[in-house]
Every structure is written in structure tokens, then in C-alpha cells.
């Protein structure tokens, strides 16, 4: 962030700080007058953001954090101003603002918000060789968009849909079937964010098994075997579901013949044979040598 910017935007704090003291210490300007600010304010910045001018509505929502407090468009405000941030590409702000958006009492953008901050975070998740700290927080809070707004009846909601589409091309002015096609259309929106969240979790597990794989990877290259072995078990007891859950196995009897510890060897081979059957005939060199060292 440039200098210029921080500067601009600690004015605009500033005059909003001085705009709330202002109205709080003084009798004679009513609530009419906040709410009336704070409208013309938002309103101004609905057109700056629809128009693309993401920074110039970053400021304007900025200048009313304080003064929309407690008053309707509070909710609006924050939700608003964390879109901005996400198509500013500030991804930690944005996750924060939305966060944010969740305490107001009542809110009707909890549900969008609770899925905007996995975004956020998902955004923020760096290449797999970094530290991953974002990228657990992002599975954390889809995980618990899951869990806080599931969708029952997937199939239904579809079905739904289609059906009182083709309702309404027969009988267009019909109030009920509107009602039903708008609460059908924005459970289906549901179903939508729903899977970009499973295909997201799934991604992101590759990702944090994909970060173990290779530090055990490096381990090996230098030598360090036992420091290896903890890295391919981090892999094996947390990401089964991924690519990399085979791949640790193999490694792991690798590494523990390279330490002589045969029968932990043969256990992880009994495990790996387990789970991949067809690799029976392929791994029988591997289980003689085990078999022999393990008799010495």
C-alpha cells in the first residue's frame, strides 16, 4: 500500500471519527441526520463499485464504518466494503470485513459472508512449499460453511427448478409459481457453493499433503531418514484421500530399510499391500528382503 494511500485513507478515518463525535456530543442533530449520511454515502459507493472503482469505493465505505454503526445499512457497509477489498485483491482485509459482517445481529448476508471469508483465505493460500497457515484456515472455514448452511435435497432443489421454470412459460403472471421459482433459484445458488466448497477442500488437502510429501522428500535427500519417516506418517494419517497417501507408503518402506528397522518395514508393507492389493506381486522382492533380514 503506497504512502499516499495510507495518508488519504487516515484523513477520511479521521473526518469519520470527527463526524461520529460530532453527532454524538451534539443535541440538536437527530438520528435523521446519521442515517441520512450514511444512506447518501453508501449510495455513492454502490455506483463507484458497479462502475469497477473498487479503491475509490473502499474509501467512501471506509469513511462510514463508524457513522453506520447501529443504523440500518450497517451490514450493507461492511458486506460492501469486503467485496471491495476481495476485487482489490486484499484478501486479508476482505476476510476480516466479513468476518465482521457475521456479528451484525440479523443480517441477511451471513451465509454469503461465512463463504466469502473461505474465499479470502483461499486466495491467500501461497504455493504449496510455503507455510500453509491460510491455507488450513480457508478448509476450516468451508468446512463451516458446510456444516452451518447445508442443502438437504440437492436433486429436489434442481428439479424444482426446472419444473417451475416450465410453469412459468404457461402461466407467466402466476404470483405462486414467481414466490416458488425466486426460493427455488436461491437454493440453487446454495447447491453452487456448496460444491465450489467440496472441489475447494479437496484442492487444498492435495495442497498441505502435497507441502509434507516434499519436506519428507528433502529429508531423504539429505540423509535425515527418521525426520523423513515423521513427514510421509504426516501425509499417511491425515490425506489418505489424496494422490500423495500411495507415494508416502512406498517412501516410508524405503526409508525405514535405509534405517535397518525391517519389521516396522514389514508392517508398513503389510499396510500399503492393504490398501493396494494389486501391488502384491510387484512389492514381493521388497517382502523378501524384509523376510530374510528379519530372520538375522
Known sequence: MSVCRCISRSVVMLFA???L?????SSSKPDTTTNSLVS???ARAVKLYEKGDYQAAILRLESLIFTARATALEDDVLYLLGQSYYHSGEYMLAADMFSRVQQVSSTPYARTSQFMVAKSYEKLSPHFELDQQ??????EQFSLYQELYPVADSSKIVSDVKTLKELLKINPENITYKQDYASAIAQYSRIDSLRYSEKAIRTMREKLAKNSYFIARQYVRLGKYKAAGIFYDEVIAHYPDTIYDQLALEEKIDVLIKRKKWFDAGL???QY???FPEKRKEKQ????T???NCKN
Open 134 to 139: 491460510y491455507t488450513r484456515k480457508s478448509i
Open 268 to 270: 508398513v508393507l503389510d
Open 273 to 275: 499391500l492393504q490398501l
Open 21 to 25: 463525535i460530532s453527532s454524538g456530543c
Open 40 to 42: 447518501e454515502g453508501y
Open 290 to 292: 524384509i523376510t530374510q
Open 17 to 19: 471519527i470527527g463526524l
Open 285 to 288: 522382492g521388497i517382502r523378501d
